[in-house]
């Protein structure tokens, strides 16, 4: 295992981290909020979201958007700190939100579970949804395996999606429009799963892309859900590095600090809800790496 330093514990487990303006941002699912802290640890409080908050992003204003999971919305933390509705996408999601990015443009890119995860729903896959700077919602991707994390190139051109159970990370060519063009394999780790249990993707998966960050020269940082680690990846699917975190998960990761070279990893010991809303065992990582963070 790589040194690795805890910069934050004591909580239920954390998703969406972006770096920002000399902090790292968070979601902790199960406490219902969403922080901010800074490398010395230092924690503030941004937001309450009851409905469970997940992924961050801003818009070109500086407002924060944050999806609340569970109503399947997206809020906008106006400048006074009062949350209101920026998109409802119950018409999309077939389960609950999850992460989310924001382009240059203010447009929100975001996944979801496509079924009932914790309540042992039968596995679907879900659609992608993109929701412009004026709140509109449109459909831009369908039949993706638990669309995770979602990175838009730095040049707009390009958007790379995390599917979770899908042995594989995607890429789309963004148009002018916002429309995306056919989905086609960025990295593949194994072959598709076909099946409606979850235990059978588990079994079968090589790779859970879950969480992940792009740096700069234009590879992704995988949070591996079942194999307690984080990968660095290579168009093509080549493995450049991997980071164990040993007997903990990996759920999402991050790139950022001054040089963008400190790589955050979110850990818990799992992802099942059933341990994780009581239990208060999620920590942030760190470690150092070679090639800073690029992208959104």
């Keep these: 295992m790589p040194e690795f330093n805890t910069l934050l514990s004591g909580y239920s487990f954390f998703e969406g981290p972006r770096w920002r303006d000399g902090r790292l941002w968070l979601s902790d699912f199960y406490t219902h909020q969403v922080i901010a802290c800074d490398l010395q640890g230092r924690v503030e409080k941004i937001a309450d979201v009851p409905g469970q908050p997940s992924g961050l992003g801003w818009l070109p204003d500086g407002r924060l958007l944050i999806v609340s999971m569970r109503d399947r919305r997206v809020l906008r933390r106006e400048a006074d700190g009062q949350l209101v509705t920026h998109a409802d996408l119950s018409n999309i999601a077939t389960g609950h939100c999850n992460d989310m990015a924001v382009d240059a443009q203010g447009r929100a890119w975001v996944g979801n579970f496509g079924f009932d995860l914790m309540g042992g729903g039968g596995v679907q896959t879900a659609s992608l949804a993109r929701v412009d700077p004026d709140g509109s919602v449109h459909e831009v991707a369908r039949d993706l395996y638990f669309p995770n994390a979602i990175l838009p190139t730095p040049d707009g051109r390009t958007l790379i999606v995390n599917e979770t159970l899908g042995n594989r990370l995607s890429a789309f060519d963004i148009a002018a429009d916002g429309s995306l063009g056919p989905r086609r394999d960025w990295a593949v780790f194994g072959p598709l799963v076909q099946s409606d249990k979850l235990d059978d993707y588990i079994a079968g998966g090589k790779v859970a892309a879950d969480g992940g960050a792009l740096d700069a020269e234009g590879a992704v940082w995988v949070a591996d859900a079942i194999g307690n680690r984080a990968l660095r990846v290579a168009e093509g699917g080549r493995v450049l590095q991997e980071v164990s975190t040993g007997a903990q998960g ?47």
């Design 250 to 296: 990996t759920f999402a990761c991050t790139l950022g600090g001054p040089d963008g070279r400190t790589l955050f990893l979110c850990v818990a010991p799992d992802f099942m809800e059933h341990h994780r809303a009581a239990a208060r065992e999620a920590q942030i990582w760190t470690t150092r790496v070679d090639v800073p963070g690029a992208g959104f």
